[in-house]
């Protein structure tokens, strides 16, 4: 067939059900003989475009998920349809019990006061010292007809909020908290320090960063899968070098671990063809992309668009003596010495507008999202501190924080109407 975006999808979806399956209450039935589907035989009903614009994909999907009886499509759907479709599908939405809002004040305005304007933006509320140490407490509803409908804006809102609290008792409540791999935990505090100019990137703020990104579900849809690494591996092979001897040495059984899958990502480090791996010392952040495929080392720097191979020597030579030692155990069979291997300095790096050694930790974790081994895929900011606005935005948006209860409900309706690419 020559359909490598079915290929794609068919293993997202084999991954998928595979993952499911092993959760407790699940069951095939006695349809489902095995969860193989890339091994099904495939059988395309529609093989003349019906589509004629490029708007009507979904609606498409919804009619086809109403009409197909198992073996075919019961009526025949053509690009003409979807003009009454559109109109129809208002009115089910609307109409559906599933419509919390149905019948609220927000249907009985007029078109001018529904459609709203730019200044249409609720004010947050000033938080009064008095007040402050009921922040987790609050629970104010914001009228949704007042609310703006640019992300930028609501992001704004927030950054405010959060700057706006000098309580000491609500500085040192967790925001964020996730116990999977290891306990780790984000105090209002560290949260505000990521919006001050002036604040380097805390090290918790970082690993958190990466966590979330190296247990989202789109890994699995990532071909060949990519290896995210936090700073735990770089902290603890510098670890020694508080002692003036350097005789501190790491534990390679314990930076073995480091190479073992993410909670709920099943990839197996072998499988792996690029390992990302962050390094900072004395606030300098740097990226070893380390591709095992192409048997070669990408480093970015986001300090200067000149980057020479002395600088990074001694950094490389430490990390690959130690990495060598750890794949080993990780990886059965693996025999290569990263060290010797040819190094790439892009000269691509997106540099920021004005030099801070402060903002480079928030660089580098944009790197990890952008670089896929031999350019950056997406756009990186480098306008200090809107790369720190989308790092906070990253940060709070954490679907499986365990302390979200701990974020105001304020915060949490604005989170809510922030979509679209952050990172």
């Not at 479709?85 to 149905?102: M, Q, T, W, Y």
């Not at 005789?247 to 671990?257: N, R, Y």
């Amino acid at each position: 067939m020559g359909r490598t975006d079915l290929t794609f999808m068919l293993r997202g979806l084999e991954k998928h059900l595979k993952t499911a399956s092993q959760r407790r209450g699940f069951d095939k039935g006695e349809k489902w003989h095995d969860l193989d589907v890339t091994t099904w035989p495939i059988v395309e009903h529609i093989r003349k475009p019906v589509q004629t614009d490029g708007a009507s994909c979904g609606l498409f999907m919804l009619n086809f998920m109403e009409y197909w009886t198992g073996d075919m499509l019961s009526d025949c759907i053509t690009q003409e349809d979807m003009k009454a479709f559109r109109r129809k599908l208002i009115a089910i939405l609307h109409d559906s019990e599933l419509n919390k809002i149905r019948g609220s004040p927000i249907y009985n305005q007029s078109k001018d006061q529904e459609n709203g304007s730019d200044s249409d933006i609720t004010e947050l509320p000033s938080l009064g010292k008095e007040h402050q140490g009921d922040v987790a407490k609050e629970n104010i509803q914001l009228p949704i007809c007042t609310l703006s409908t640019k992300p930028h804006e609501f992001v704004d809102e927030i950054c405010k909020y959060i700057m706006s609290i000098d309580d000491a008792t609500c500085l040192k409540k967790e925001w964020v908290r996730s116990s999977t791999p290891y306990p780790l935990g984000l105090t209002l505090k560290q949260i505000q320090d990521i919006l001050r100019m002036d604040q380097p990137m805390d090290k918790d703020c970082f690993n958190m960063a990466v966590r979330i990104v190296a247990c989202d579900e789109i890994q699995f849809f990532i071909e060949p899968p990519v290896h995210n690494m936090d700073l735990r591996f770089c902290s603890a092979i510098l670890h020694g070098r508080k002692h003036p001897l350097w005789l501190v040495k790491p534990d390679i059984k314990e930076l073995a671990t480091f190479f073992h899958s993410w909670p709920g990502i099943d990839h197996n480090i072998s499988s792996c063809n690029m390992i990302l791996l962050p390094h900072a010392f004395l606030g300098h952040f740097i990226l070893f992309t380390i591709d095992k495929h192409e048997c070669r080392v990408c480093i970015l720097d986001p300090c200067s668009e000149t980057l020479s191979e002395e600088r990074y020597q001694l950094k490389l030579q430490r990390c690959s003596f130690y990495l060598n030692d750890a794949l080993e155990i990780a990886q059965p069979g693996w025999n290569s010495d990263i060290y010797f291997w040819p190094r790439k300095y892009p000269h691509n790096i997106p540099i920021p507008t004005s030099p801070d050694r402060k903002l480079f930790g928030y660089l580098v974790f944009s790197f990890m999202l952008s670089w896929d081994g031999k350019r950056f895929v997406h756009p990186v900011c480098s306008d200090g501190y809107e790369v720190r606005k989308k790092f906070l935005i990253h940060i709070l948006k954490y679907l499986a924080n365990e302390v979200e209860d701990n974020i105001p409900e304020i915060v949490r309706e604005y989170l809510r109407r922030v979509n679209g690419p952050w990172l």
